[in-house]
């Protein structure tokens, strides 16, 4: 299956997270500056396992595993050792047709 025909198999709402955006605001919320300075330890619920994928592995590729797996995220990891253990994340938002085209606007998505 090649790029082309994986964005017109799927449409934004295949990734989109029901409810998205319309939640609660950082602003709306009346914070302390004793609040704002605290920290809150994740490692009880980091997924110490998680998927990854080179940097230079395609977007059609990365989108099979994404609808395969369920998942919400993939972490890019560098092609060479020499970088930065994590180089990006990859999220459902990446693969929704808008944003994509916003990003490569030169694209047909037709071809």
């Known amino acids: 299956m090649t790029g082309s025909e994986i964005m017109r198999r799927f449409m934004a709402h295949d ?14 919320l009346d914070i302390c500056k004793r609040e704002m300075e605290m920290y809150v330890d994740l490692h009880p619920i980091t997924n110490m396992s998680p998927y990854t994928v080179v940097e230079t592995m395609s977007l059609a590729k990365a989108t ?10 993939l972490l890019r990891v560098p092609k060479t050792p020499s970088r930065p253990p994590i180089v990006g994340i990859i999220t459902r938002h990446d693969f929704m047709s808008e944003h994509v085209s916003r990003l490569y606007p030169h694209m047909n998505p037709h071809k």
């Open 15 to 28: 990734f989109a997270k029901a409810g998205l955006g319309k939640g609660v605001k950082l602003e709306d």
């Open 64 to 73: 099979v595993l994404f609808l395969e797996l369920g998942l919400r995220h």
